[in-house]
């Protein structure tokens, strides 16, 4: 009897497919074919976590009591972990209880978020370029995406005055990313305290994904959303130790704020996972209430690289802005050239792998993003391919 074909749902079968498994494809069949791939696409962290960590990891992981299911969430003392970071860091209060959520990485709670909070139909702002779960979580849930232009006239901020009333209104959650992936741009207090303003006379919720505020370059200090007065009531903060410590595979992070977000993400949470492994939340811990001074010097060998970025391409023809944070170059093609064509001609001609713009959204055309997160001396030999192909 001949098996019936197995086919997708149509909630799943409308989604555009995941840029990076495709690239992944392509670059295994190049490196079958004896092509030396360097990747500067995805923005993981090539560097290891600090050896505290990981002996952390290894101390907990030999006690026989810590490998039972824990609470989903977070166990209480990850939770307090995190109440602790944002203490020192931001001078922001959080109840571990009530205002703090652990997450399996956070790219699981941006998507979970909206199916824990939007209706179909609900307005869900997201930024464009941006990083795609924003969008794709929103679209199951059946929530109305609406796209908030990121461009360099506006240094990578949405132009919040361009939002119409009637807009606002039928809002039910804004996206926001700073410092950003993928233009590196970086927001103000006064930018978030302006947000927090309009989600206050609007009633939607402010979603801020932050996962780069400790990536930052010449004394630049990023600030957090939960800084602000009042923020707590309308916004949630997302954070991960991915890319802060290092810690990308070990899919540890938390969204942090309004307790009525972290309610609803709980508990849709408790019915889809059961918690972590503890001795990832044992070295978790370790990792967010320790000695931070390392994280100097981690900053430096992403400034030497985005260093050597910045200028090879600049020399190539390209207009780049400085980043001051996050671990990401973004660079303006010259006029006319095709993002999608460029990254892909790249790739064949020289074997070095970057992310066409498009891919983050429309307003991204015309773009490329480079990681930092590639060894350093790697990055030397494709920023030196690059000079060779331009
Ligand atoms: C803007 C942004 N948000 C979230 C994530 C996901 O981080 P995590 O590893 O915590 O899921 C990333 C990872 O690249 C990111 O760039």
Partial sequence: MERAKLRPADRLAALPSYFF??????????????????????GSPDLPPAPFVVEALKKSADDPTRHGYTPSGGAPAYREAWAHF????????????????????????????????????????????????????????GGEVVSMPLTAGNRFLPDLRALSPDLLRRAKLMWLNYPNNPTGAVASLDFFARVVRLAQANGFLVAHDAPYTEI?????????LL???????????FNTLSKTYNMGGWRVGAACGSPEAVLALGALKSHIDSGFFQPLLDASIAALTGDQAWLIERNEIYRERRDIVVAALREAGMQVDMPTAAIYVWARLPDGVSDEKYADGLLEATGVSVTPGAVFGPSGRGYIRLSLGTPTERLREAMSRVARWA
Avoid at 22 to 31: M, S, T
Avoid at 112 to 138: E, M, Q
């Fill in 21 to 42: 498994h495709g690239l992944n494809q392509k670059i295994a069949r190049l490196k079958a074919a004896g092509v030396d791939v360097i990747r500067m696409d995805m």
């Fill in 86 to 141: 944002y203490g020192r860091r931001f001078g922001v209060e959080l109840d571990a209880q009530t205002e703090i959520v652990g997450l399996l990485g956070s790219k699981e709670g941006v998507f979970n978020l909206a199916l824990a909070i939007v209706n179909p139909g609900d307005v869900v702002l997201v930024p464009d370029p941006g990083y795609a779960p924003y969008t794709i979580g929103a679209r199951m849930a």
């Fill in 227 to 237: 800084q602000i007065p009042g923020a707590k009531e309308v916004c949630v903060e």
């Fill in 216 to 224: 930052t370059y010449d004394g630049y200090r990023a600030p957090s």
